[in-house]
Nanobody, 124 residues
Framework: QVQLVESGGGLVQAGGSLRLSCAAS????????MGWFRQAPGKEREFAAG????????GYADSVKGRFNISRDNAKNTVYLKMNSLKTEDTAVYYC?????????????????WGQGTQVTVSS
């Protein structure tokens, strides 16, 4: 059983930056592909970024490409999401997720474990 704990959310002005962290425990972190999803009020949970367990390959939603960067530190059992040039439409609860697979996964159903989420609010 893998436990995931997100941190780093908060309130930021448009154009600003935040770095989210997700600390994993209870499993062999390097075996898991990791993802960041987000869910705004009244909307479905959507993929933001992912990183594979095997070769560290990354994938991004078009809406965040060029602004967000996902990375992982297997020695620290942590995955990060650096968010730059934030927009008001980035406001959402951000969730970290883990999948026992080699490749990057893009849909929620492919993930096995989820964190509790961290709120990101971008003001205009």
């Amino acid at each position: 059983q893998v436990q995931l704990v997100e941190s780093g959310g908060g309130l930021v002005q448009a154009g600003g930056s935040l770095r989210l962290s997700c600390a994993a425990s209870g499993g062999t972190f390097s075996y898991y592909s990791m993802g960041w999803f987000r869910q705004a009020p009244g909307k479905e949970r959507e993929f933001a970024a992912g990183i594979s367990s095997g070769d560290g390959n990354t994938g991004y939603a078009d809406s965040v490409k060029g602004r967000f960067n996902i990375s992982r530190d297997n020695a620290k059992n942590t995955v990060y999401l650096k968010m730059n040039s934030l927009k008001t439409e980035d406001t959402a609860v951000y969730y970290c997720a883990a999948a026992r697979t080699y490749y990057t996964n893009y849909v929620p159903k492919d993930y096995d474990y989820w964190g509790q989420g961290t709120q990101v609010t971008v003001s205009s």
